[in-house]
């Protein structure tokens, strides 16, 4: 009987010598608003201590997330009960912030066909931005590209910095230039000193009018004004 127990005590301490803890994956890094899940295989009973939040728990997986950046640390603990035995296993998980990405139209968001605006994107110096549709930008790979799209156009940029990629869309809306002809109840031009004569800018869709040299104008803004120049002068109307 002696010689059987201590053949038993030997077997149960070598066996023990085999268990082993193993955890996936190993480490990582995530970005902030990201998940990660673990799962320990190897032992009978699986427990973790999450150093950051002190959470425990005894289930074969844990899920780790954190809206903070930094290096933090789980531990994952494992137990055999015959034979006896424990086993720990360190994961040391990164955790990088997702960039918070937006864009800025030097034009603002409308603007006649023909026109460019600069898209100005932040955060400025990440690790890389891709743009699409590139068709109408100066560069698809920089924080800062020319737009000249000549229809509306919603643009996307995708910012990857520390491993941590975010996206961001802008819709430049463009209209079509206007188009505008002149008409006066004097056909040919011509008027006496001291007399008036009207004159109609006509454009397409509603505009806005500035009329120059206003000084011989009953008014510079309107779509018909009234001129009553004391020489021979070039009306030029702009409309937007």
């Given at each position: 009987m002696k010689r059987i127990a201590t053949l038993l005590g030997i077997i149960l301490i070598s066996a023990s010598s085999f268990a082993q803890l193993s955890v996936s994956p190993g480490d990582t890094s995530i970005c902030t608003?990201?998940?990660?899940?673990?799962?320990?295989?190897?032992?009978?009973?699986?427990?973790?201590?999450?150093?950051?939040?002190?959470?425990?728990?005894?289930?074969?997986?844990?899920?780790?997330?954190?809206?903070?950046?930094?290096?933090?640390?789980?531990?994952a603990i494992g137990l055999d009960v015959l034979p006896a035995d424990?086993?720990?296993?360190?994961?040391?998980?990164?955790?990088?912030?997702?960039?918070?990405?937006?864009?800025?139209?030097?034009?603002?968001?409308?603007?006649?066909?023909?026109?460019?605006?600069?898209?100005?994107?932040?955060?400025?110096?990440a690790d890389s931005y891709m743009w699409s549709p590139a068709g109408s930008l100066s560069s698809d790979s920089t924080d800062t590209v020319?737009?000249?799209?000549?229809?509306?156009?919603?643009?996307f940029v995708t910012v990857t910095d520390n491993g941590c990629s975010a996206t961001a869309s802008i819709t430049l809306t463009v209209n079509p230039s206007p188009s505008v002809t002149i008409t006066s109840d004097d056909d040919n031009g011509n008027v006496c000193a001291g007399n008036s004569?009207?004159?109609?800018?006509?454009?397409?869709?509603?505009?806005?009018?500035?009329?120059?040299?206003?000084?011989?104008l009953n008014d510079s803004t309107s779509m018909t004004v009234?001129?009553?120049?004391?020489?021979?002068?070039i009306y030029t109307v702009v409309v937007t």
């Open positions: 608003g990201e998940s990660v899940t673990y799962t320990a295989s190897g032992m009978l009973i699986m427990g973790w201590l999450d150093t950051l939040n002190q959470d425990t728990t005894t289930n074969p997986s844990y899920q780790f997330s954190t809206d903070s950046v930094g290096t933090f640390a789980i531990l424990t086993d720990t296993v360190v994961v040391i998980i990164t955790v990088n912030q997702m960039p918070d990405v937006a864009i800025v139209s030097s034009a603002g968001s409308e603007f006649c066909s023909g026109s460019s605006s600069e898209l100005i994107v932040t955060p400025a110096a020319m737009a000249s799209p000549t229809t509306t156009t919603e643009y004569v009207t004159m109609t800018a006509v454009a397409n869709g509603i505009a806005t009018y500035e009329w120059s040299p206003g000084t011989s009234i001129v009553t120049p004391s020489a021979s002068t």
